[in-house]
């Protein structure tokens, strides 16, 4: 079992629909989680940062942390075709050495 | 500034080729990181820098060397590589002690022929 599960995708949804992109998880250490958006041939850019469990927003943006249930989540509300790109989840316990990153949802957003 | 820079953006070298890769930050970030990241993959953890000095190495192969000549530079000397170590290489950096939330570069895209 991987650490991080993703779901690859392809998701296409059109413009203005909520998107829900999830991650589960093993290691109960895990402790801060974060989503990276990814643009075709670019670095990874930090969208969202939240420390152990609960919601978080930015904007359009939220994130959403369950601990018991090892899962994670971020929507994305008023979807827009600028936001096609990938997103990653990743995370991390106390420290750098088990940061561990899914294998990224690839996300299209049809005008 | 609030980027990661690296140069150059794309390089194509032959495996018996010398290249080095370069990282620069000036946010005042002292924990700094190179990524692999392989087509429609996640990004790996290659190698960490904590305050100048190596902290993390992923049992990377020895044909990767880092280097850390300052605060703001990041270096990533390649030989003798190999046609599969193709990929985007990922610079990132991070306030030292902070635990992810990392700022990555736009990545250098390697070709090894």
């Known amino acids: 079992q991987k650490e991080v599960e993703q779901d690859p995708g392809p998701l296409s949804v059109p413009e203005g629909a909520i998107v829900s992109l999830n991650c589960t998880y093993s290691n109960s250490a895990f402790q801060y989680f974060m989503w990276y958006r990814q643009y075709s041939r670019k670095g990874p850019e930090l969208l969202m940062y939240t420390y152990s469990s609960g919601n978080k927003e930015d904007g359009r943006f939220t994130a959403q942390v369950d601990k018991s249930s090892k899962y994670i989540s971020l929507f994305i509300r008023d979807s827009q075709p600028s936001d096609s790109a990938t997103y990653l989840c990743?995370?991390?316990?106390?420290?750098?050495?088990?940061?561990?990153f899914g294998a990224g949802t690839r996300l299209t957003v049809k005008p | 500034d609030t980027e990661v820079t690296q140069t150059p953006k794309h390089l194509v070298m032959g495996m018996t080729n010398k290249k080095s890769l370069k990282c620069e930050q000036h946010m005042g970030h002292r924990a700094m990181y190179w990524y692999k990241q392989k087509a429609k993959k996640p990004p790996e953890l290659m190698f960490v820098?904590?305050?100048?000095?190596?902290?993390i190495n992923e049992s990377v192969p020895s044909r990767f060397s880092p280097e850390c000549p300052n605060s703001s530079l990041l270096n990533l000397h390649l030989h003798a590589l190999q046609p599969e170590d193709s990929a985007l290489y990922l610079c990132a950096s991070s306030q030292s002690g902070q635990v992810g939330g990392y700022t990555f570069g736009s990545g250098t895209r390697l070709t090894v022929v």
């Open positions: 990743a995370m991390s316990s106390y420290n750098n050495n088990d940061m561990r």
């Open positions: 820098y904590s305050y100048e000095k190596l902290s």
